[in-house]
């Protein structure tokens, strides 16, 4: 896995996630499949060959980060099914933001620490 190519379609998620909102989104998203975080491209690196990593120091932090990612994107996704688009663009611009910035800062330490090894 490229960790370059996992940051950048995790920040791809925020437009998703907008257009899903503004209802203008070609794709079908579902809060029961947003939230597992063993789906995307870097879930399944983690679960999979990303698993050498386990005894890397911030392995674990970045499964950690990268689950409540996928709890936030599915929370705003819940909330456009329910009718809420208002609190799907709260939701949006705050705890999916913030968990964003964290899984994107959790893969850049990760990469950084798999380069020394």
Same mark, same amino acid.
């Given at each position: 896995?490229? #960790?370059?190519?996992?940051?950048?379609? %995790?920040?791809?998620?925020? /437009?998703? !996630?907008?257009? #899903? *909102?503004? $209802?203008?989104?070609?794709?079908? !998203?579902?809060?029961?499949? @947003?939230?597992?975080?063993?789906?995307?491209? !870097? $879930?399944?690196? *983690?679960?999979?060959?990303?698993?050498? #990593?386990?005894?890397?120091?911030?392995?674990?932090? =970045? @499964?950690?980060? %990268?689950?409540?990612? %996928? /709890?936030?994107?599915?929370? @705003?996704? &819940?909330? /456009?099914? $329910?009718?809420? &688009?208002?609190?799907?663009?709260?939701? =949006? $611009?705050?705890? #999916?933001?913030?968990?964003?910035?964290?899984? /994107?800062?959790?893969?850049?330490? =990760?990469?950084?620490?798999?380069?020394? =090894?």
């Amino acid at each position: 896995m490229n #960790f370059d190519d996992a940051i950048a379609a %995790h920040i791809k998620w925020k /437009v998703r !996630l907008g257009q #899903f *909102i503004d $209802g203008t989104s070609t794709e079908t !998203l579902s809060s029961a499949t @947003v939230c597992k975080d063993n789906l995307c491209d !870097l $879930g399944k690196w *983690i679960y999979g060959e990303g698993a050498k #990593f386990k005894a890397a120091a911030h392995y674990q932090d =970045l @499964v950690k980060k %990268h689950a409540n990612f %996928h /709890v936030c994107a599915a929370d @705003v996704v &819940k909330k /456009v099914e $329910g009718g809420d &688009k208002a609190g799907a663009k709260t939701a =949006l $611009g705050g705890p #999916f933001a913030g968990a964003s910035k964290e899984t /994107v800062a959790a893969i850049m330490t =990760l990469k950084s620490e798999a380069a020394k =090894l």
